[in-house]
């Protein structure tokens, strides 16, 4: 079977211009990363800010095209660098982002945000397309009278809702969630889990999950990628990277996640009195 | 006595659509050397609550209470030039986006050294000094140098050491911090709050933490109280809270946890409590 996404040694460099007190320097954004996804599956990518995992997202979501390496979707390989993206391909990957505040037009309803991509990648006629919109925002949990509101009427966890029914207007293969969660409360996070969870269910959709909350990670991940200065410093299966990690910054980053159970406050309360 | 006092806080906004009630009769007391966690969804006037005590509300705010005091002074009455003379001195607070709340046109030095010369009235020198001092408190590496840089040539961890380092400037007897850590890493959170927690313990401060991260309550907090749509649900030591939780929305809350995931779905609150169920068991 081949997989949805493979990604064979992908490299990103980024080139600072000098100025006339700067010398230009290349930035090594993403440095040799290898992995691939199934399809219905979840890939995680786990680390901090300036890891590299959201340009990883861009180069997936063929936004940016790598400085070098393979990239195929499908099967097919994709290099946007040097031919242009046809609309079936752009069809295949679409993304959602973090802030659910700033990736919504405040100025568009959210009819209109949901049918713009099927007018630029499809030739479906505008009752079609209203239908399908209709129909994609009960899936995704709203209802047809959200249809001519705008953006600024809905909580953070309703706009999320909207985002991910937009990335799924073109029935893409697969979905690049950029920290898809970590702007929303509690509640709303676990609320936006499940919506993920039954839609990967419902259409056999493969994830690629970007976040830096290993408790996240570790419910939704079939995979986990960890990623340290642009490189893939632990990649296995969510049981081998959570029971045995083997890096040291997977280490560190486990020791840093807060835990939330009885036992390690009743710990914390100790060496509280005793010291 | 408490060291900050606040009972019955009622706070009002005017709107269009007729006045709303954020905080709706929370009550609370801090004691000196005891961390406070106040957790709560957005909208749960959690952050409110703290900035009407500290007089920061806009004027369409309307605050009553029957107690606010600080260390025997009592806010409601204090004249705002007294109560700036409290306020960011012996009350300080950390907001949740450091890089936001600090001034991009001023270098992080000149913004620790106008607190030092407003509240302190230091001269040139050992405003220089104890901003040198404080930097090195917090962890900053290479102090004196840091102190001409602007807060967009520094990561987000190192703005948010600097905002404790203003807020640690005059050594304050109650730091509110709010959400101090949301915006960022794991690491660097876990970084930050070891910084809290050890400054807390070593000038004996009252630290009131606000957030809505469960983790963070569980590994910082001696008391807690939760929030829910401006009025307080439950209130509880650290421990019993998650031992034993008492009202239906903490129980709700905690299961939402993905760490408690026990099946393939999560809990999740408005599916199993509406806001009634949610109010029965709460307290004053």
Known sequence: MTHVLEARNLTR???IPGSLFKKARTVHAVKGVSFSVDQGKTLAIVGESGCGKSTLARIVTMIDPATSGEMLIDGAKVDIAKERLTPEMRQKVQIVFQNPYGTLNPRKKIGEILTEPLIINTSMKADDRRDKAMAMLKKVGLEEKHYGRYPHMFSGG???????????MLNPRLLV???PVSALDLSVQAQVLNLLADLQDEYQLTYVFISHDL????????????????????????EEVFSDPKHNYTKTLFAATPRADVDSIKARLARKNAA | MSLFEIENLVVEFQTAAGPFRAVDGVSMKVNAGEVLAIVGES???????????????????KVTAD???????DLLGLSPSDRRKIVGKDIAMIFQEPVASLNPCFTVGFQIEEVLRIHLGLDKKARRARAIELFDLVGIPNPAERLGHFPHQMSGGQCQRV???????????????????????VTIQKQILDLLMRLQAEHGMGLIIITHNMGVVAETADRVIVQYKGRKIEEADVLSLFESPKSEYTR??????????????LPTIAEFLSDDQIFAGAVR
């Open chain 1, 13 to 15: 460099d980024y080139h």
């Open chain 2, 252 to 265: 709700a809350l905690l299961s939402a946890l993905p760490d408690n995931a026990t099946g393939d779905r």
């Open chain 2, 163 to 185: 905002m404790i380092a203003i807020a640690l400037s005059c050594n304050p007897k109650l730091l509110i911090a709010d959400e101090p850590t949301t915006a960022l890493d």
């Open chain 1, 158 to 168: 309703q706009r999320q809702r909207v985002a991910i029914a937009r990335a799924l």
């Open chain 2, 43 to 61: 909208g749960s006037g959690k952050s409110v609550s703290m900035l009407a005590a500290m007089g920061l509300l806009p004027w369409t705010a």
């Open chain 1, 177 to 179: 969630l950029d920290e």
């Open chain 1, 215 to 238: 408790s996240v990670v570790r419910y939704i991940a079939d995979d986990v990628m960890v990623m340290y200065y642009g490189e893939a410093v632990e990649y296995g299966s969510r």
């Open chain 2, 67 to 73: 107690t606010l005091r600080f260390n025997g002074i």
